[in-house]
């Protein structure tokens, strides 16, 4: 290239205001806005392949890709009801290419011979296993290696309490997919890198979505790609993005739902409807709390209802096909499992916490598997669960956990960003269309929605706001005429993307500058915030290098997967590592801020901390 003037195409042409371009970089050529995209999310693949090599298996991950693979084998067995199929399908998918075997602990616990000694309610309490034991069941207790859970090994002349169609089968769940992948007959490693790798692929297509979104809302490229960046720089993200759990397939899902229902609001058709119908019953099987779209199309169309004012008998006609186009996609799903739930005794019914509604329209209620999932998800966000936050522990919640893990989350610049890009939006709120509009109202629902759960756990259920927040920064950046505040925009998304790079590959345990980052996250938060168990194999490199040939362990995480990296060592608790007094402790930190371990907190610091997560003490 001989000149240095910019000549049409030898330059990138990427709208950022209008009127301003970025052609003025000399010297490059002129580069189609998908080829940039493209690498914008191939960079984001390579962030999170490294990851899924490199962690641990997760709490949750080996119950979410066990039920997924019994759902694709046809399997009668319930084990995740609270999720529905479609999500762990996709990530069990990879599993129907390889020679996945079941040992007889497995099948054992598949046949309801082996099982808890207690049982999780739709709603309530959990309770005995003997309150639901069919007449003339015996049983006896058994413990299984490697940390000699103990279950309860059933011999029963009729049908065991699996088989009942009410029963809810979490710790079953949890114990089976920890053989399943770590029984030593399959190779565990492969498994988990083969489904991690599937859910990578759905963490990209929500990317996709977000660019095509903005670009559409926009019709400005740098707006598009400025969306998509902070979804591939996004640390929540890149951590669950390559995690076998359900919550990206949720992100999606919901994703693609608003988005064609603002399309839906945009222009109003059978067509549009029919597609924003179905990818609502899409998002709706891939996780049960995107009953969430209901309110939020209800409030979006509520305010674009002045646009159009369409015939009334338009919108009978418009909202019966978008019903049953997703009523089309449930059906499919859930294809073969059609049969009303089974009756029940009230006696039953008490003991399963089965709802009032439920009992009341169990006949009509097809299929009876989605409105049992809405029903155990309902019970759960009611029921609460054990959190932490800023050293406290709560069965309860508090209504600010999300707002405030949401900022301690996410980089400064994306705070700064998402802040900006909402003032914008509302200040010029009268002239936005349905696209950049939908996504706004959609992530402040959903927050909104969130903040009444008493289920507060992690950000990861909050994954389905970014991509929206994402568009709307985009539609933001696309209406700012003033070329300061532009260039400000795409500076904060390089500090973002300079901070998150720096953090590979440690995306789970990532916190805010602003609070010193994953070092101190632990003053916090923790759960799937921090240490979900994702650093055994780091541990395992820590102790080779430092040449400890066995541990004392606490772990927050599998213990199978402990077992599988061969690392010697004698699992404790608070109480029991009191009577050590020479050797090596190493204590996962989401057990470590829990009171019984306040003791250790106050009486030592640690000799070393792995992957910041596990920390490690040495005595005397």
Known sequence: MSSCAPTGG??????????????????MRKVPVIWTASALLVTMAVLMIGPARQDSTTVDETSHLAAGYLYWKGSAVRMVSDHPPLSQMVLAAPLLFMDVKFSDTALAILRGELVSEWMVPWDGAPRSIQEVLPVGCEGHYVRLPPLGDVMVQLHCPANYPIDNWYYFAPPESQMFGKVFVYDGLNDGDAMMFAGRLAQIAVTLL????????????????????????????????????????????????????????ARFLEQPNVRTAALSGAATGLALMLKFTAVILGPIFVVTLAVSWKRFRPAIQSWWKWGA???????????????????????????????????????????????????????????????????YLLGEWSHEGWWYYFPLVFVLKCPVSLVVLIVGGLVVFIKRARSTGALEQTAWLGAGLYLLSAMTSHVNIGIRHLLPIFPLLSVGVGCALAKLSNRKLVIAAWVLLAWQAVIVVLAYPLYLQFFTEAVGGAREGYKYLVDSNYDWGQDAKRLKKFLEEQRISHIYLDYFGTQFSIEHLKIPNTRVSAETAKQIQHGTLVVSVSQLMRPEWAWLRASRQPSARVAYTLFVYEFP
């Open 10 to 27: 030898d330059f990138v042409d990427i709208d950022i205001e209008p009127g301003l371009k970025l052609a003025t970089i000399i010297g």
């Open 206 to 261: 929500t990317g996709a979505v977000i660019f095509f979104w903005t670009r559409r809302a926009t019709k400005q490229d740098g707006a598009a790609l400025m969306a998509l960046a902070l979804w591939v720089f996004n640390p929540a993200a890149l951590a669950h993005g390559h995690l076998t759990d359900t919550d990206i397939g949720s992100a999606f899902g919901m994703t693609l739902a608003i988005y064609l229902w």
């Open 321 to 387: 096909i978008f019903l049953l186009a997703g009523w089309i996609v449930i059906m499919i799903v859930f294809f073969g499992r059609w049969a009303p739930a089974p009756r029940l005794s009230e006696t039953e019914a008490a003991i399963f916490g089965i709802p009032k509604w439920f009992k009341m329209f169990r006949p009509f209620l097809i299929p009876p598997g989605f409105f049992k999932g809405i029903a155990q998800i309902l019970g759960h966000a009611k029921d609460g669960h054990d959190a």
